[in-house]
């Protein structure tokens, strides 16, 4: 079946630096979704892409879906410690089901 | 405000017991979802649900089964606990037909001794 992968599986990140995650899947995606889940929180919808190419920006959040539907990227600029979590990506597989990756889980060092 | 609750915050079950794991949502949402979260596994499907006493397999459905009686309320039935089924599960629901986003429980942390 389908799968997504998501790497890398953990970001340390010192307050203010840049960072990227990754996503891929083995088949092409119809859409992709992101989402964050605080510590001690649930999954929490950001953003769904749908176009090939699109860039979608969410103040220090950047999300881009590839040409060829098959990878996504959030790139987060100069962090802060409000984006502590770990970030999701989730493929849609069909009318109904969502595969997530495995996530990314950022710590950022004041 | 879109609300998905989960009966129990923590729950700790002997093996061989049978575990309910209550889900009502209040969005009037068609689908509704089982997830176990385990580490370094992310969001894994277990079941889902597209309309009231329709169910569907996920990725993971060995040792579960579901029930869907009523619209806004989707339960996840473990028969006989075992140790490995010790995880975070969530529900999670979401409209039929528009963006697809998914609403999130807040969890119930299950271990079984």
């Known amino acids: 079946g389908q799968q997504v992968m998501q790497i890398p599986q953990y970001q340390h990140v010192q307050e203010g630096e840049d960072f990227t995650t990754y996503c891929n899947s083995s088949t092409t995606l119809s859409n992709i979704q992101w989402y964050k889940q605080r510590p001690g929180g649930h999954p929490v919808f950001l953003i769904q892409l749908v176009k090939s190419g699109e860039v979608k920006k969410q103040k220090r959040l950047t999300f881009q879906f590839g040409e060829a539907k098959k990878n996504s990227s959030l790139h987060i600029t100069a962090t802060q410690t409000t984006d502590v979590g770990t970030y999701f990506c989730a493929g849609k597989v069909n009318d109904y089901k969502l595969s997530f990756g495995a996530g990314t889980t950022v710590t950022v060092r004041a | 405000d879109v609300k998905v609750t989960q009966s129990s915050r923590y729950l700790v079950k002997r093996t061989g017991e049978k575990v309910f794991l209550e889900c009502v949502q209040d969005m009037d949402h068609e689908n509704m979802f089982w997830y176990r979260q385990d580490p370094g596994l992310g969001l894994r499907l277990i079941y889902f649900?597209?309309?009231?006493?329709?169910?569907e397999k996920g990725d993971i459905p060995e040792g579960y089964s579901v029930s869907r009686e009523k619209k806004e309320r989707f339960s996840l039935i473990l028969e006989s606990a075992s140790t490995n089924q010790t995880s975070m599960y969530l529900c999670a629901s979401s409209v039929f037909g528009r963006s697809y986003e998914q609403y999130f429980g807040p969890g119930t942390r299950l271990t079984v001794t």
């Open positions: 649900s597209y309309d009231v006493k329709m169910k």
